[in-house]
Every structure is written in C-alpha cells, then in structure tokens.
C-alpha cells in the first residue's frame, strides 16, 4: 500500500497506531491527510 500523497510504502504497524488509515480505498499517512485537506482525519462510527 502507498500512500496517496506522498507515494511512501504504508507498514500495516502504521495502521494499528492509527498513524494511517483506508478511506474508500484510498490509503493516507495521517501527516499526509492533514497536510492535503487541512484537517485531522476522525473516523465516523
């Protein structure tokens, strides 16, 4: 997995230290989201 911004590898580790995450099959370092959309990521339940 890549990450869409920055084109890094994503370490599945990085997934349960909510350091990344997938939205709607897209996959983002946390840095990378906030960065591209000024905003925190907050998953919805």
């Known amino acids: 997995m890549q990450c ?3 084109n890094e590898h ?3 580790v990085e997934f ?3 350091d990344a995450f997938e ?3 897209e996959f983002w370092h ?3 989201y906030a960065e591209y ?3 925190v ?5």
Not at 41 to 45: L, T
């Open 30 to 32: 946390s840095e990378c």
């Open 10 to 12: 994503i370490e599945d």
């Open 4 to 6: 869409q911004l920055c």
């Open 23 to 25: 939205i709607d099959g």
């Open 41 to 45: 990521y907050e998953e919805v339940a």
């Open 37 to 39: 959309f000024g905003e």
């Open 16 to 18: 349960q230290f909510e």
